[in-house]
């Protein structure tokens, strides 16, 4: 039931496929909403996908960390303490059931420990732990090199300055953790064989014993080289993985600075076109606007013309007034002649005086 169990977890290590794709979706669209401010984003698809492998990158490198000090915790934890005798499979069944983490040597060692309190002898641990040794180490050393062909590759689709430079620091960071993960899963491997395999001896015949520590010796050794390897072939990644980088890069940079000739060629043109068709439509409204005053001229001169005759019509108006007005006294003083005529006449007329006496009273 444990062995079945222990298969059942899993591998133990975080940088999953799937969970590196999830989050590194979720971080893209993050990255990218500062992105779309920026002058240049286009939104191409080119660009989105530059965006996606940024984020998957970082998602990788974020959960590399994490498992890297969960690792450091539990090892600095002891889970195999020195004062217990694990060749005894009772006492090394006891500390399975009592182990309870998710790290990544929690797992290593519940598994090796499973296979000896199951019965399996002391070489057949020992090739155990070399064979999980040696896995580790090549999947962190095929994971960064994947991830580095990855960032290196986001050169070719002609991101923005900023994001080009993110994958590049990212780059960067990516190789540190690889190597600070390669050197711990050394100080894993050094405290399994120290802790765990030199302590649960050999069940088989005592002629045996010699060959039990050349089983252990050589996993050592097997899992030295295999560590080595893994260096080496980490190395030689990262290498490569920097010469692409480079060379996309350079290539970028080249097709940029002949787009950004082409541009301002273009421009340039484009100024001088519209220049030339700036200074056209400027002669034009030139002449437009000659035209225009000319009409002016000719309407200020008849609006003249049409002042000065209605000043004659005033001076005819106030003629014709005072004509009326001298008309109307005459009028008025025949009529006056006429009455005093009158007046005249009868004042000239006979009279007759009649004398009364009246009585005194």
Do not use: C
Request: charged share 20%; aromatic share 4%; hydrophobic share 50%.
């Amino acid at each position: 039931m444990e062995k079945r169990k222990s298969k059942s977890i899993g591998y133990g290590m975080f940088t999953g496929i799937y969970g590196v794709l999830a989050l590194g979706l979720v971080l893209g669209i993050l990255i990218g909403i500062p992105l779309r401010r920026i002058e240049g984003w286009e939104g191409s698809l080119s660009e989105l996908a530059a965006l996606l492998a940024a984020g998957i990158g970082l998602a990788y490198i974020l959960l590399a960390i994490v498992e890297w000090f969960l690792q450091l915790r539990a090892l600095s934890a002891n889970l195999l303490p020195d004062e217990l005798d694990l060749s005894e499979r009772a006492v090394a069944t006891e500390r399975l059931a009592a182990l309870k983490g998710h790290s990544l040597l929690h797992r290593h060692v519940r598994r090796l420990l499973a296979a000896w309190a199951a019965g399996a002898s002391g070489p057949q641990v020992a090739v155990m732990a070399s064979s999980q040794m040696q896995r580790l180490l090549g999947t962190i050393a095929a994971e960064t090199g994947a991830i580095l062909i990855l960032l290196g590759a986001t050169a070719g689709f002609m991101p923005p300055q900023m994001l080009l430079t993110l994958t590049t620091g990212l780059m960067v960071l990516l190789a540190l953790v690889a190597v600070a993960r390669i050197q711990l899963a050394s100080h894993l491997a050094g405290y399994i064989e120290s802790n765990l395999l030199a302590r649960i001896g050999n069940d088989t015949p005592a002629a045996a014993g010699l060959e039990f520590a050349q089983t252990v010796g050589k996993s050592v050794s097997d899992s030295t080289a295999a560590l080595a390897k893994a260096q080496t072939a980490f190395a030689e990644q990262l290498a490569k993985a920097q010469q692409e980088s480079s060379a996309q890069l350079a290539k970028t940079q080249q097709e940029s600075a002949a787009q950004l000739a082409q541009a301002q060629s273009e421009a340039a043109s484009r100024i001088a076109n519209a220049q030339q068709e700036g200074s056209a439509q400027l002669a034009k409204a030139q002449d437009k606007i000659a035209e225009q005053l000319g009409r002016v001229s000719e309407l200020a001169g008849s609006i003249d013309n049409i002042l000065k005759l209605q000043q004659a019509v005033d001076g005819t108006l106030k003629g014709v007034a005072v004509t009326d007005e001298f008309k109307s006294t005459l009028s008025e003083l025949k009529r006056h002649l006429a009455e005093s005529d009158e007046l005249l006449r009868n004042a000239a007329k006979p009279r007759t005086i009649r004398l009364v006496e009246k009585d005194n009273e």
